[in-house]
């Protein structure tokens, strides 16, 4: 409030605005934000913003950072709860995970644009360095993130995203035609259980790959 308990509106800044981009994504999906209601949610002609931000391609671009500075803030505040590669990499997927879960409407976004921020950047190069151990290089430990990424965005796509085009048709009954299908969908889908087995089949995979002699 101003002196005269007025409400007194934040600067408009970079980081505001892109804050203020991802509450409405959250909110109203892609499809929802554009300028003209990012300028309405914050009260402000929508040329102010480019100031910061030179066109929605930089706005996605931001909100992909802010994403990704959320979950690099959830890994350093549990960086020294676990020790050894595979569990500190177990652990780092499981909170990509729940952070992307938490911007269910984020996902395209984050799955088809890559960041090059700084401080993204700085905290990828970091974590490779923790992650190498004999025998397994920069790029072995790159391409483990790289691929637990991707098994994480995909998996999240099929269990929470929209259709694209609409509701989808309902199940089909199963029968006497299909029965190893099924027996395998008897006991029906549990998204976290079929994760789990995955991410740990996974990373069984990189635990047997032989490593060079060092």
Not at 3 to 26: E, F, K, S, Y
Not at 40 to 56: C, G, I, Q, R, W
Not at 59 to 80: N, Q
Request: glycine letters at 8%; one cysteine or more; proline letters at 8%.
């Amino acid at each position: 409030m101003d002196a005269d308990g007025r409400p007194v509106r934040p600067a408009l800044t970079r980081d505001h605005i892109i804050r203020t981009a991802l509450a409405l994504l959250d909110r109203e999906g892609v499809d929802g934000l554009s300028m003209r209601k990012l300028g309405t949610e914050l009260s402000v002609n929508p040329m102010a913003f480019y100031h910061h931000l030179p066109n929605k391609a930089a706005l996605f671009d931001g909100v992909v950072e802010a994403v990704y500075d959320e979950y690099a803030t959830a890994v350093d505040a549990c960086s020294g709860d676990t020790t050894g590669w595979r569990n500190r990499l177990e652990g780092m997927t499981r909170l990509f995970r729940d952070t992307l879960r938490r911007h269910p409407h984020v996902l395209l976004v984050v799955a088809t644009r890559p960041s090059y921020a700084p401080s993204l950047m700085a905290f990828s190069d970091r974590t490779i360095g923790e992650l190498i151990e004999p025998g397994r290089t920069e790029r072995d430990v790159l391409a483990m993130i790289n691929a637990l990424r991707a098994f994480t965005i995909g998996h999240l796509l099929a269990e929470i995203a929209q259709p694209i085009g609409g509701p989808t048709s309902p199940d089909p009954p199963l029968d006497e035609r299909h029965p190893h299908l099924s027996r395998a969908v008897a006991s029906g889908y549990d998204p976290d259980s079929d994760y789990e087995w995955t991410l740990q089949s996974m990373l069984d995979g990189f635990e047997r790959r032989p490593r060079p002699p060092t």
